[in-house]
């Protein structure tokens, strides 16, 4: 594997300085659940499902609240829209410590509607700095990126909730949020192609003159092709979360809950070198047949037996997940044109969020009637299900838009 194509796109002007902001700002998003989790549990002395209902609250508040804050990076620009989301997080996450437990779930709620967009402003910023053939290898590294932070921020985030007080983890959450909202703000990535110096060669849209671009920006956002795309990131989404819950059960079934850490680092580092191949390969896989092959690797964590055997078995299914994550961005990206991406970029967050929503129960469900083995058979199942179901309706559709231009052409002759 050469690693030429990640030097030449760390080149680019402004890529690396976005790669690195974007690690720094995304940490206090991926420790929040778990400090989150510990907070109810201990310093509120309530059971892991009411947990689970503060963390449902705030899951449905990114759902709702991704697409409007994504429109608001299209109307607003960057600074203007992160504004109030700044404001509010600051408030919520610096009493969210002193609330009691009803109270904080409505401040879970409201921080979820106004959660900083990082991943989508990072990505709108990807699809305007890098040109259309680099953007498979953007996404990519973009994906590794939240895998290592995703390894990085839970790590520090159960450090400091316990050898200092979940008090004070909640409080540098919100700093932490705070922090990131405002390094986005100075650091005002550009969104729209004339933003960046010589924009002629980058986005898809770019070449497009401005009465073309406007009729796309007028033009409607969920397209049967984004639909399908949406579609997969639910898939890929409810693998994922049911393969989390899974190993869990899997390592408190065997006594083994202390060996969590060094699991889901393998499984992530398998995650990792998959986007890393995937990203400097040249050729473009699509997001269904991604999501389907994710689901199927994830099949043979259902049939081993023993700690050394998952890790082996999870590494494997986590070698196409960071690839199908960047195949659905860099897909995404090309059907949008950037008047209207962050828009895009939210219901791709909206899509994640409802996946994960139905994994976790879903898988939870058959490992309460038939062992950690039937949740990760379960996620493969009903991920596999969802892409292979997309991969038809495309097949379909195209053979159906082939015949109708066939008509089109007939009819003209």
Request: contains cysteine; aromatic residues 6%; proline residues 5%.
């Amino acid at each position: 594997m050469s690693l030429a194509p990640y030097a030449d796109l760390l080149r680019r002007p402004g890529v690396l300085r976005l790669v690195l902001v974007a690690l720094v700002a995304r940490i206090p998003h991926a420790a929040t659940g778990v400090v989150v989790t510990l907070h109810v549990v201990g310093a509120l002395g309530k059971g892991y499902a009411q947990a689970g209902l503060v963390a449902a609250a705030m899951t449905i508040g990114m759902a709702i609240g991704a697409p409007w804050r994504g429109r608001r990076v299209d109307s607003r620009g960057v600074r203007r829209a992160l504004l109030p989301s700044v404001i509010i997080e600051a408030a919520v996450w610096v009493v969210a410590p002193f609330l009691g437990y009803e109270a904080l779930i409505g401040a879970a709620f409201v921080a979820g509607v106004f959660l900083v967009p990082v991943f989508s402003v990072v990505r709108q910023s990807l699809g305007v700095l890098v040109p259309l053939g680099e953007q498979r290898t953007a996404y990519a590294l973009d994906s590794v990126g939240t895998e290592l932070t995703f390894m990085l921020a839970p790590a520090i985030g159960v450090l400091i909730a316990t050898q200092v007080s979940t008090t004070a983890a909640l409080v540098t959450v919100g700093i932490a949020t705070v922090g990131s909202g405002v390094l986005l703000m100075w650091f005002d990535p550009p969104t729209r192609s004339h933003q960046v110096a010589g924009a002629g060669e980058a986005g898809s849209t770019r070449s497009a003159p401005a009465a073309a671009r406007a009729d796309l920006a007028s033009a409607r956002v969920l397209t049967p092709a984004l639909l399908a795309v949406l579609a997969t990131a639910v898939a890929a989404s409810l693998v994922l979360n049911g393969t989390d819950v899974s190993i869990v059960a899997s390592l408190k079934g065997w006594g083994q809950a202390s060996s969590l850490g060094w699991m889901m680092a393998l499984w992530s580092a398998g995650s990792v070198l998959g986007g890393l191949v995937y990203g400097a390969g040249r050729r473009t896989v699509h997001p269904l047949a991604l999501a389907l092959t994710l689901a199927v690797l994830t099949i043979p964590a259902a049939l081993v037996h023993s700690p050394m055997l998952l890790g082996a078995a999870v590494f494997v299914a986590g070698l196409p997940c960071a690839p199908a994550l960047s195949s659905i961005t860099a897909t995404l990206a090309r059907l949008v044109p950037e008047e209207r991406r962050g828009e895009a970029m939210g219901w791709q967050g909206t899509a994640m969020t409802i996946g994960g929503s139905l994994g976790a129960p879903l898988c939870g469900w058959m490992i309460d009637a038939d062992g950690p083995g039937a949740g990760f058979l379960t996620a493969a199942v009903a991920g596999g299900l969802l892409a292979a179901g997309g991969l038809v309706v495309l097949r379909v559709s195209r053979d159906r838009s082939v015949a109708v231009s066939s008509l089109e052409t007939a009819a003209v002759s």
